[in-house]
């Protein structure tokens, strides 16, 4: 082979491996101190209530009087109640039911909101115009105000909390979702759908739903935040869980009358309550820089 003929040879491209978009992800997220620290806090958190048998050795509802209105010790770490029940076993269940009944009342509102706002911006007219104005009805209730009414037509029960917060929250979904859609519906590849024949369903499902998860899932992680505080509230008013059962909106509300003299009652599950809230809000906003293209370069 001459030498002209050997410049001539084109080499093979080197082949240029590109990381995926969930392992960027992931280098993204390790590198954002504020969703790291809420995501090990919230990780602890929820792995407590979910051990907590193990973690734990007593009952949190069996009476014991010979250990009434115990000081925090290392036997009891949170103290007692009147009724000798540790409050650091009840703190630990109490989890496991504000955490269950945050999260499905988070699905509710999801959801629900999702296709809500899936409907009223696709079809827009009178459709939009007939389920904004209801989502504007229902905004202008503040959310535990419009808890308190539901969860008193439907009785006071866990169950209908769980409705209560989970409807109170359609509105915020509904109405960012529908913002969403009506961008989303006017893209090229919505048209190539619809001209190759996609029903609407499909259209709005397989194809719209995709491109406009992310916001929902920015919403529901800082919804969650607010589903435990709403819970908590109307445990503690006597609409939700119902005495002996570990619910941390039910021991603050044990505790509420000896909060002079035996604070730890109170004190120590409405701390568990505050530092979740952080650990979800703290999560939440990570996500929304990480989701948001106009705050990833930031």
Known sequence: MSVA??????????RVVRPGRRWLFVQRFVRHPGAVI??????????SAVFADRISLFDPTKPDYNARLVAPSLAHPFGTDELGRDVFTRVLFGGRISLRVGLVSVMIGAIAGTVIGLASG????????????????????????LSLTIVFALGPSLFNVMIAVGVASIPEYAR??????LSAREQVYVEAARASGVTDRGIMFRHILPNV???????????????????????FLGLGAAPPTPEWGVIIADGRSRLRTEWWISTFPGLVIALTVLAI???????RDLLDPRLRGR
């Open 5 to 14: 003929e050997q410049a001539t040879v084109v080499l093979p491209a080197a």
């Open 38 to 47: 809420g995501f090990v806090l919230l990780l602890i958190l929820s792995s």
């Open 122 to 145: 696709f079809y827009r007219g009178w459709v939009d115009e007939l389920i904004m104005r209801l989502m504007d009805m229902l905004m202008a209730l503040p959310g535990i105000l």
């Open 176 to 181: 960012v979702v529908r913002a969403s859609v």
């Open 213 to 235: 998860f992310a916001p929902i899932i920015v919403i529901a992680t800082l919804g969650l935040a607010g589903a435990i505080l709403s819970v908590a509230a109307l445990s």
């Open 281 to 287: 809000n703290l999560l939440g906003d990570g996500l």
